[in-house]
C-alpha cells in the first residue's frame, strides 16, 4: 500500500522541492511591476474633483461621483451611468481588480504572527520553528530553547507557562491536549492533527483525521493549519491531490506571516518560471529570517534574475531578523545542544 504520510514539516525542504537549477540563467528575467500592469485608468480625468466615466458630468457643485468599488479606477454620478458603462468597462475593471488581489500577496504577512514569539521572553523563535521551541502541551504554548534553559538552571519543572506539572508519558501528554481540543483551543486541534499526521503519542497514522482536524483548526484560526492544508492538498496526503488548492493554502497563511507557506509559495511561482513574482516572496521570506529564502535571492542573482540590490536587500534584512531573535540563552542553548 502506498504510504500516504504528509512529508515531515519539521523541513521546509521535505515539504515542498523547491528547486533552482543550475541552469536557471535561462529563465527570462520579467519586468518591473508598472510594465506587468497593463490595466490602465478609463477615468477621464477633467477638474479637480474628476468626471463620471460614463456621462462626463463634474464631481463638482452638487454631483457627488462614487468610484468603481471593485477596481476603484473610475468613478460615476449615477447607478444608471454606472450599468450604461459596464460593457466598456468591464474588461478593464475584472484586470485591474485582479491585479489588486493579487498585490494583497506582497502587501499582507510581513510580520509573523503571535504564535511564532515565545510567550515568555516575548522575542520571536528562531527558525526553524521546531528546532528551537518546545510545545507545552498543557497551555499549547510555544516556549524557545532559550527560555526552556533558563528554567532548567532554576530547577524549574513545571511549566513556564501556566504552571502545570509536565507530564510523565504519552497518555498524558495526549489527555493533555485532548483537553485543550475540547475547549476549542485551535493550537491543540492542529497539534492533535500532527500526532495523527506523525502517529504520535501513541496514535496510529490517520491522514483522513489529520485532514479533518486541521479543517477545523484553520476555521478557528490556526495559521499553522492552514500551511499543513496546503502541504496536504499540495501533495494529495489524505486527500485528493490538488495543487492549485494546495498553493491557494499556502498563500493564505503566507499572508497572515507563517513563512515556510511563504517560501513554499515563492517555490511554486519559481516552478511556473514567473521569476519576479518569486523572488518578491522570497525577498520577504528572507527579511523575516527565512535562511533558505535568502540563499535562493543569492542564487536568483548569480543567475542574473535578482539585481544586486535586491540581494543586499535580502541580505540586511535577513541579518536585521536575525538579530532581532538572538538572546544570550538562545545562544547558550545553541551551543550545548
Same mark, same amino acid.
Given at each position: ?12 525542504k521535505n515539504m515542498l522541492a523547491c528547486y533552482v537549477a ?16 497593463? @490595466? ?19 464631481? %463638482? ?25 459596464? *460593457? ?11 491585479? $489588486? ?9 510581513? &510580520? =509573523? ?6 510567550? %515568555?521572553?516575548? +522575542? ?9 521551541? *518546545? ?13 526552556? +534553559?533558563?528554567? =532548567? ?43 495523527? @499526521? ?11 483525521? &489529520? ?13 499553522? &493549519? $492552514? ?26 497563511? &503566507? ?14 511561482? $519559481? ?8 523572488? =518578491? ?57
Amino acid at each position: 500500500m502506498e504510504d500516504t504520510t504528509l512529508p515531515a514539516r519539521r523541513t521546509a525542504k521535505n515539504m515542498l522541492a523547491c528547486y533552482v537549477a543550475s541552469e536557471i540563467h535561462l529563465f527570462p528575467t520579467q519586468g518591473t511591476l508598472a510594465s506587468m500592469m497593463s @490595466c490602465v485608468p478609463v477615468e477621464r480625468e477633467s477638474g479637480s474633483g474628476g468626471a463620471c466615466a460614463n456621462c462626463g458630468k463634474l464631481g %463638482i457643485d452638487n454631483v457627488k461621483l462614487k468610484n468603481c468599488t471593485a477596481c476603484r479606477l473610475v468613478k460615476y454620478c449615477s447607478v444608471d451611468c454606472q450599468r450604461a458603462h459596464r *460593457k466598456q468597462h468591464k474588461k478593464a475593471c475584472k484586470q485591474r481588480a485582479a491585479e $489588486l488581489k493579487d498585490d494583497q500577496k506582497y502587501i499582507q504577512g510581513h &510580520a =509573523r504572527p503571535e504564535v511564532d514569539f515565545c510567550p %515568555i521572553c516575548t +522575542l520571536p523563535i528562531p527558525l526553524p520553528v521546531h528546532e528551537n521551541a *518546545k510545545w507545552n502541551v498543557c497551555c499549547m504554548k510555544l516556549i524557545c530553547q532559550g527560555c526552556n +534553559l533558563a528554567a =532548567r538552571k532554576r530547577r524549574m519543572v513545571n511549566c513556564l507557562y501556566c504552571r502545570t506539572p509536565s507530564p510523565k508519558n504519552d497518555a498524558d501528554r495526549l489527555a493533555m491536549i485532548q483537553a485543550r481540543v475540547l475547549k476549542k483551543d485551535p493550537e491543540a486541534i492542529n497539534h492533535l492533527g500532527e500526532a495523527y @499526521c506523525h502517529g504520535e503519542f501513541g496514535l496510529l497514522k490517520d491522514m483522513r483525521k &489529520a485532514v479533518e482536524l486541521w479543517e477545523e483548526a484553520a476555521e478557528l484560526g490556526s495559521i499553522p &493549519a $492552514l500551511d499543513n492544508l496546503g502541504v496536504a492538498h499540495y501533495h494529495g496526503a489524505g486527500v485528493d491531490k490538488n495543487v492549485a488548492k494546495g498553493a491557494e493554502f499556502y498563500e493564505k497563511a &503566507a499572508m497572515q506571516g507563517h513563512v515556510d507557506s511563504r517560501y513554499n509559495v515563492a517555490c511554486i511561482e $519559481l516552478e511556473k518560471m514567473n521569476n519576479y513574482r518569486a523572488l =518578491r516572496h522570497f525577498l520577504i521570506a528572507a527579511k523575516m529570517g527565512h535562511k533558505d529564502s535568502l540563499e535562493t535571492v543569492k542564487r536568483l542573482f548569480m543567475g542574473g534574475v535578482a539585481t544586486k540590490a535586491q540581494y543586499a536587500e535580502a541580505i540586511q534584512g535577513y541579518q536585521k531578523a536575525a538579530e532581532e531573535m538572538k538572546s544570550h540563552d538562545r545562544d547558550e542553548a545553541k551551543r550545548i545542544s
